[in-house]
C-alpha cells in the first residue's frame, strides 16, 4: 500500500476519534443527573467533533480498504460518509430548530447503525486480509457490535437510564470503546509503519 497524504490524513483524523470517543463516553457519565444525559451541551459537543472526524477517517481511509477490497471498500465508504454526513445534518437541524420528534429519532438510529457498518466493514475487510493486519481489524467487530447495540438500546429504552454504570446501555457504549484500540492500530500502521503485535495495543 502505497501511502499519500490522504490517507495520513485519514490516520490522524482516526486517531483524534480515537481520544474523543472516551471523553464524550466519561461527559456522558458526569452529566448521568441530568434529565437528558445525551443531550448535556458538552456530550453532543464531544459527539459532534467525533463524527465530524470519522467523516474525515471515513474518506481517508477509504484507499487503505479499496487497495484490500475494491467493491467492499466502496461500500465501507459509504457506510462512512452517509453515516457521518447524516448525523451532523441531524445535529445541525436540531440547533436550528428544525427537530421533528420520531422521525429525527429514526434516523438517528439508522445513521448510528451505518457508522457502526463502517467500524465492522473495515475491520473485516483487514480480517480479510489475515496476518498481522487481521490484528488490527479484529477490535473494530466488537466496537461496531456495540455502537449499534447502544444506538437501538438508546432509542427502544431498553436497559435503564444511561450513565449509572450498572445498565445495558452503559456497557454497550463501553463495548463501543473497543473502536479505539482498532483506530489507534490503524494510526500507527499508517503514519508508523507498526503492525501490532499479539496484545491489546
Known amino acids: 500500500m502505497i501511502v499519500d497524504a490522504r490517507i495520513r490524513i485519514g490516520a ?11 471523553l464524550q463516553i466519561v461527559a456522558t457519565f458526569l452529566a448521568a443527573h441530568d434529565a437528558d444525559p445525551l443531550g448535556s451541551p458538552s456530550v453532543r459537543a464531544l459527539g459532534a467533533a467525533r463524527v465530524a472526524a470519522l467523516l474525515v477517517g471515513a474518506i481517508g481511509l477509504d484507499r487503505l480498504f479499496r487497495s484490500i477490497g475494491s467493491s467492499p471498500g466502496r461500500v465501507v465508504l459509504a457506510c462512512g460518509i452517509v453515516g457521518a454526513a447524516g448525523m451532523l445534518s441531524l445535529d445541525a437541524l436540531e440547533l436550528a430548530g428544525f427537530a421533528s420528534g420520531t422521525l429525527d429519532s429514526i434516523l438517528a438510529v439508522l445513521t448510528s447503525v451505518l457508522l457502526g457498518a463502517w467500524f465492522i466493514g473495515g475491520g473485516a475487510i483487514l480480517l480479510s486480509a489475515g496476518g498481522d493486519l487481521a490484528r488490527i481489524g479484529w477490535p473494530a467487530e466488537l466496537g461496531g457490535l456495540g455502537t449499534i447495540a447502544a444506538a437501538l438500546a438508546i ?45 491489546v495495543l
Open 155 to 199: 432509542a427502544t429504552g431498553f436497559g435503564g437510564p444511561v450513565g449509572t454504570g450498572t445498565s445495558s446501555i452503559d456497557w454497550f457504549l463501553l463495548l463501543g470503546l473497543f473502536v479505539i484500540v482498532y483506530l489507534v492500530r490503524i494510526w500507527r500502521y499508517v503514519v508508523g509503519g507498526r503492525l501490532p503485535s499479539p496484545g
Open 12 to 22: 490522524w483524523a482516526a486517531l483524534l476519534v480515537a481520544i474523543l470517543a472516551p
